[in-house]
């Protein structure tokens, strides 16, 4: 079973829509929950840090679960500059845990 | 400029040659990795140094060594390269002490072909 488990798409949604990215992961010792965003052949990003009490940055929304070692990833009124790769991030004091991602584009 | 740089950024090589890659970070981060990225597979953690001299193996250290001399370099090191060390290449450095939290920042990686 991987550490960070994330469904890898895509997902193809009109531009407008709302999108849900959810990931698992296994070590409860975890500690640091991020989302990073990936375009094409290019380094990964950081999106935003995901705390238990939700954190919320313009349109993008980020939840974590603790009891069910669960984060999600809410994108309102996607923009078709969102297509990208999104990779659910989980992490101790010492090294991150990167998921595979899941793809997102978003048309017209 | 950027704050985390890797070179070279496109790399052929053969069969059984030695190569090298670099990373240059300006951010005074004391923590740098090296990761290789495959098609679904993503991100795997090959090395990571805390601080100057300090090296540990990641997840798949195997066939590759690395060097940190000084703080703001860590070079990755292919010793005799085979095919399937054919992936995406990126360094990343974080400092949980200065961050808000443990987030890493990455270098915009190195494609490595071996033939």
């Known amino acids: 079973r991987k550490e960070v488990e994330q469904d890898p798409g895509p997902f193809n949604v009109p531009e407008g829509a709302t999108v849900a990215f959810n990931c698992t992961y296994s070590n409860s010792a975890s500690q640091s929950f991020f989302w990073y965003r990936q375009d094409c052949r290019k380094e990964p990003k950081l999106l935003m840090s995901?705390?238990?009490s939700g954190n919320e940055d313009g349109r993008f929304t980020a939840q974590l679960n603790r009891a069910s070692q669960y984060i999600s990833l809410l994108i309102r009124d996607s923009k078709l500059s969102d297509s990208a790769t999104y990779l659910c991030v989980s992490g101790t004091a010492s090294k991150l845990t990167f998921g595979t991602g899941t793809r997102l584009q978003v048309t017209l | 400029d950027a704050d985390v740089t890797q070179t070279p950024r496109n790399r052929i090589t053969k069969t059984g040659k030695r190569i090298m890659l670099e990373c240059s970070q300006t951010?005074?981060?004391?923590?740098m990795y090296w990761y290789r990225q495959d098609p679904g597979l993503g991100l795997r953690l090959i090395y990571y140094?805390?601080?100057?001299?300090?090296?540990n193996k990641g997840e798949i250290s195997d066939g590759y060594s690395v060097s940190r001399q000084a703080q703001a370099k860590f070079s990755l090191s292919l010793e005799s390269a085979i095919p399937n060390q054919t992936a995406l290449y990126f360094c990343?450095?974080?400092?949980?002490?200065?961050?808000?939290?443990?987030?890493?920042?990455f270098g915009p990686g190195t494609r490595l072909t071996v033939l």
């Open positions: 995901v705390y238990s």
């Open positions: 990343a450095t974080s400092d949980p002490d200065r961050g808000k939290d443990n987030e890493q920042f």
């Open positions: 140094s805390f601080d100057v001299k300090d090296i």
């Open positions: 951010k005074g981060h004391d923590r």
